[in-house]
């Protein structure tokens, strides 16, 4: 690892002030792929600003349907909340799939939508839940925020403080896991709302990272069942192509995991 | 340099290291804790769990500063007054380790499993809890006996105090 200055944060504002005032900075909250990333000095700030011990960055809040998650709250706190199984079991089961029990007790949700990584599971939970993304800036729909591998609607030292969302009627959240790194070669989210509209968001598969499929969406307004989804082409030219799984291969592992998340919803 | 406070196995310890010094390596190499193992150097293997302010955590994957003013408990911090924690007596007696090289890994593991699933634990749940630990020599067979044996005996004997 190139050498760096770690800065702890104590509030929003006084990370901001130290991001502004770094050179090549970097907010790190869990570090779960932060700090990996810099031991293969793939990555090398100059400074780490600490997110971790921002008090108003912890927690869930759930009031009646409409949930919010401070960007700092770990994986095993989404998955362990009995607050959020209560109204969005989908969003608990996948952060209790993300990494392994070590990794989910530093990562964070903040982390992992900011950094948009193309296998990462939150996307697209945020996606298809149509969750807003709160910074100490404003807030931004998920369509807007997720703007290719790795890039984020994020600006310089912005910071993502909490997301937003109102629990739907059904979701569901389904992986085909890669065996080795068990990251998602397809990760599907469907939802479903009280009025019928529905959103399905994929991720692990696109070549530009999370994406929604909307003529899964139209099939599955018109019809809520996985049977629904056979007839829907998955267009295999927008998907990555890897040593792991083609585009072809990956294109129905979409599929499949589609029908099986409307199955498990 | 960073100047690092933390309670590590009940003691308060201080040290200065680089900002860019791993949690793993402060462990070892300024505390001369080295039970704690680095084995993938990647956070795949995980050898190198310990616990943080009460959590399996990989220290490879954690600045030193990071951990700074937390309680720390590595391996050598389990067994009170020279008896053998429960998991690690579970693990001998189950042959849980054949190099033992991942061992401290899979035993810190296990404390933290076992206390989040509060002793309820099927094979299936310890596996699945394996997820971020790698032995490569017993395939896992006897390290999964040993924990639900620890587990078994651990809640036993917490429905035997109340």
Redo the contacts between chains.
Sequence with gaps: ??????H?ASSVQDAVKQMEAAGEGKY?AG??TL??T???RLAAPSD?I?L?HIGEMQGITVSGRSVRIGAATTH?DVASSAALKAVCPALCSLAGHI?????R??GTIGGSIANNDPAADYPAAMLALGATIVTNRREIAADDFFTGLFETALEGSEIVTAITFDAPAQAAYQKFANPAS?YAMAGVFVARRDDGDVRVAVTGAGANGVFRHGDMEAALVANWSPDALSNVSIDASELLSDIHADAAYRANLVKVMAKRAVAAA | M?KVTMTVNGRQVSGHC???T?LVQFIRENLGLTGTHVGC???QC?AC?IH?DG????SC???A??A?GSTITTIEGLAADGELHPVQAAFKANHGLQCGFCTPGMVM?AV??IR?HQGQLDEATVRA?L???ICRCTGYHNIVKAILAAAAEMSGARVAAE
């Design positions: 690892m190139y050498e760096t200055q770690y702890r790190v570090g779960m700090i990996p810099m031991k293969q780490l600490d971790r095993h990494g392994d029990p070590h990794v007790h530093m068990r | 960073a680089d900002d860019r791993l150097d990647t956070s995980g769990v943080m959590k399996s955590v990989k994957s954690i600045l500063a990071q700074d593991t933290d499993m989040r809890e997820e971020g630990n």
